[in-house]
């Protein structure tokens, strides 16, 4: 009996089934980053312009943090795109879902939560 022998990577309908997974998931994440870019370019759509020049010093502030933490979204989600981007290559060379430290399968409840994970739990745990 092959079956008892563990798998050393997952069956070309299993990447099939990951490929789906990655593909709308890439989808949401780039429209999620042109949504930031784009609140990025258009800083003042609430029309504050003729408020109290009182509140412009703290408004000014407010909006210099905010467009901080969207610099800090647009960054986050290019790097999340990357990763994904990398994961279907990975799909492409059949090598997707081995870790790169054990170089045994990832689960794959954790691939189908973190579907661009390198890591296995085991090769995570040890990095902490």
């Known amino acids: 009996m092959e079956e008892s022998k563990p798998k050393n990577r997952y069956s070309d309908s299993e990447l099939q ?3 789906v997974l990655i593909t709308d998931k890439l989808t949401s994440a780039k429209e999620e980053l042109l949504a930031l870019t784009s609140s990025l370019s258009n ?3 609430n029309g504050t312009d003729d ?4 509140y412009k010093t703290l408004e000014d502030g407010s909006a210099t943090l905010e467009k901080e933490q969207l610099n800090q979204l647009a960054a986050r989600q290019k790097k999340f795109i990357e990763n994904l981007e990398a994961a279907l290559v990975r799909i492409e060379n059949k090598t ?3 870790c790169r430290e054990t170089g045994k399968l ?3 409840q954790r691939l189908m939560a973190v579907p661009h994970a390198t890591l296995s739990i085991e090769a995570k745990l040890k990095q902490n």
């Open 106 to 108: 990832i689960q794959k």
């Open 96 to 98: 997707y879902g081995i």
């Open 51 to 54: 408020t109290a020049g009182t």
């Open 43 to 45: 800083p003042n759509k």
């Open 17 to 19: 089934e990951f490929k």
